[in-house]
């Protein structure tokens, strides 16, 4: 009966005014970076970050949260009126919701999107609920050996669910981890890169780093080419937005499917919800009996997808909440968030902030009624507002990456770093680098290089205290076949079907 | 020259200057590790891993290419964002930000008048929002705004 007392104090904060307040700007604040290409929740959470330092830890990020379940919502209405999705988790979404919207019927496609959302979002809540709370009890078991191997495997899968060739995901990774490495050293206070730069010596940034690579860069790349970015509306869609029965029939195994499919896709470090709405795809193409008529507008290739990305936003959050562990980009920079208000992620979240870990969970049933409140009515607001021509959008995008880094600690030198950032971001895309493993394995890098020294300590120097112990042993294996499957066989289905995502909005 | 060239060779280079200040640092022993150890094979690791790119860079007859990319235009929204950086603590927030805006406006071929007045509005805008409602401290100028 914890969980249940759990879910009853959950709600007594996350239902408190302020917090209400906090998780109606997140979901608002991401839908419409949903909506917006050119802006990604990383980014934008990122942005949102410095402004939440006066708040509480838990409106902080409950906040933050809705910021990204948020984006998953907004990113399907672009998607399906004019086939610019506005996150990657959305591209599947428009190949049969644009074909809808084509054929008249964008109302169902993006009401049948809203209510899958929901619904997925609602089961993964639920999922969360009751899992998160048993993990970090099983996690409290984990000394430094299983978490640098957890830590291995979890680099491993980001590397292994990348987009492109998974030696580019490698080079990035251990990339990643040497920039993790600049500051000083925790355990000799030893200063490593800093070379004198004052901005450095306590390590590089996490928010600049990914507002430089998901949102100064991405504006590069959106500039780089001559003429404007003109879209075309499709349908006027603000009527008729509720799917008939039949409608409503045909979408509800892939919403069951989806859910569960992008829950467990999205606990897994790297894959999250743009690989689950591939799976939930590649899935329902294979479940229907008319496959061949997918990309023509089947709902089903809308409710599934739909339904999978939201609950994978949700899965995502049970690494971070039970092992201190961020699944991806977005959660990084939750992690980081939480560490900024003085809480340590981990098993032991649940027994010393209580408020913040059932408050966040409970937040997010909240901000899933509030998104679909939110989002029916105010799609001509959607509509509206992706009608704003490029020219105007990009400097105030900029504009505000500069004050958002120059606000966290009144220092140009972030800025420096953002823009530093953001260049070799674009060229990383130039040169078909990604930068999600980089950034993940630069926050993970720290954790993972006290656990490999506390281990070593603890076994007095003997590599073998990794495989000595069975779950760090598992871990390391899993890992070990990871990466020496690839040299053996092709890639999975799935890494392999989504390599066709649009490179520019892979983040 | 192809692109898988230019990225392995950068990255080798990055990886040898870690390895080389991870070693300068002190590996320590294996019962003690030092600050050094984790630089050093991390750079080692990036090394051995852009081998294999490097070497089927060289084997492939593939071109990078680079033309219709509007190198000026990325070139001045780079020194804009580093101008701006440069200059917002000696001039203040206010001037600095309708500078930047305007410029970038225009880059983008808005006219003159409809610049201006959308740097203005988003100045003013972005002033409430930070300074006023976020009380972010956004610096002034040596004329106090």
Redesign the interface.
């Known amino acids: 009966m914890e969980i249940f007392q759990g879910v009853l104090y959950g709600f007594q904060v996350a239902l408190q005014p302020i917090n209400l307040l906090y998780c109606f700007i997140g979901v608002f604040v991401g839908t419409l970076v949903g909506v917006l290409p050119g802006i990604g929740p990383a980014a934008a959470i990122a942005l949102l970050l410095p402004s939440t330092f006066a708040a509480s830890p838990v409106s902080a990020i409950i906040m933050l949260a809705g910021v990204y379940y948020g984006a998953m919502y907004g990113g399907s209405t672009t998607s399906i009126l004019v086939n610019i999705p506005g996150e990657a988790a959305s591209v599947v979404t428009a190949m049969d919701g644009y074909a809808m919207a084509r054929q008249g019927r964008a109302g169902p496609a993006l009401g049948i999107s809203a209510f899958g959302s929901f619904i997925a979002g609602t089961l993964s809540v639920i999922a969360l609920t009751f899992l998160a709370p048993l993990l970090a009890r099983v996690s409290l078991s984990f000394g430094p050996p299983e978490y640098f191997a957890l830590m291995l495997l979890g680099i491993t899968l980001v590397t292994y669910f990348a987009q492109g060739s998974m030696l580019k995901a490698l080079m990035m990774a251990s990339a990643g981890l040497l920039l993790g490495t600049v500051g000083a050293d925790t355990i000799s206070g030893r200063q490593r890169f800093v070379f004198g730069i004052q901005t450095l010596a306590d390590g590089i940034g996490l928010v600049p780093v990914i507002m430089g690579l998901f949102g100064i860069s991405e504006v590069l790349l959106n500039l780089e080419q001559a003429g404007g970015r003109t879209r075309e509306i499709f349908a006027s869609p603000t009527r008729g937005l509720l799917p008939n029965r039949e409608d409503w029939r045909r979408s509800a195994m892939p919403i069951l499917r989806g859910s569960i499919l992008g829950f467990f896709l999205g606990i897994l470090p790297g894959s999250g919800a743009i690989i689950a709405s591939f799976a939930s795809y590649a899935v329902e193409k294979r479940a229907s009996k008319t496959p061949e008529r997918f990309g023509t507008g089947m709902i089903e290739g809308v409710a599934g997808p739909e339904a999978a990305n939201n609950a994978a936003a949700g899965g995502g959050f049970i690494p971070l909440l039970t092992l201190g562990i961020p699944a991806n980009a977005v959660m990084a920079i939750l992690l980081g968030a939480l560490m900024i208000h003085g809480l340590q992620p981990g098993p032991l979240l649940v027994k010393q902030a209580p408020d913040v870990f059932w408050g966040i969970i409970t937040s997010m049933y909240v901000g899933n009624v509030m998104l679909l409140v939110l989002n029916l009515p105010l799609i001509g607001l959607w509509v509206r507002l992706l009608k704003t021509p490029y020219q105007l959008l990009f400097p105030l995008i900029l504009l505000f990456c500069l004050i958002g880094t120059y606000s966290l600690s009144n220092n140009v030198g972030d800025g420096i770093v953002m823009l530093v950032f953001g260049i070799l971001g674009y060229l990383l895309k130039k040169f078909d680098f990604e930068g999600a493993p980089l950034i993940l394995a630069m926050v993970i890098g720290p954790m993972m290089e006290e656990a490999l020294r506390q281990s070593l300590i603890l076994s007095a120097g003997s590599f073998t205290i990794f495989l000595e112990r069975p779950i760090s042993a598992g871990f390391i294996l899993a890992a070990a076949l990871l990466l020496i499957l690839p040299l053996i066989t092709r890639r999975s289905g799935v890494a392999k079907a989504w390599r066709s995502v649009p490179e520019e909005s892979a983040e | 020259m192809n692109?898988?060239l230019?990225?392995s060779l950068f990255?080798l280079g990055?990886?040898v200057f870690?390895a080389v200040?991870?070693f300068a640092?002190g590996l320590g022993?294996?019962?003690?590790?030092?600050?050094?150890?984790?630089?050093f094979w991390?750079?080692v690791?990036?090394g051995l891993?852009?081998l294999?790119?490097l070497i089927r860079a060289l084997s492939t007859a593939e071109r990078l290419s680079?033309s219709?990319?509007?190198w000026w235009?990325?070139g001045l929204?780079?020194g804009?964002?580093?101008g701006?950086?440069?200059f917002?603590?000696p001039l203040g927030f206010a001037l600095v930000?309708f500078l930047?805006?305007f410029l970038?406006?225009r880059l983008?071929?808005?006219g003159w008048a409809r610049s201006a007045m959308?740097s203005l509005l988003?100045t003013a805008g972005?002033w409430a929002l930070?300074g006023l409602w976020?009380?972010?401290?956004?610096?002034r100028g040596p004329w106090g705004f």
């Open positions: 692109k898988d230019v990225g990255w990055v990886a870690a200040h991870g640092l022993t294996v019962q003690r590790p030092g600050p050094g150890l984790f630089p991390g750079g690791v990036l891993l852009s294999p790119l680079l219709g990319i509007r235009t990325l929204v780079a804009a964002l580093l701006y950086l440069l917002l603590e930000t930047f805006l970038l406006f983008e071929h808005a959308w988003a972005s930070f976020l009380k972010t401290q956004l610096p």
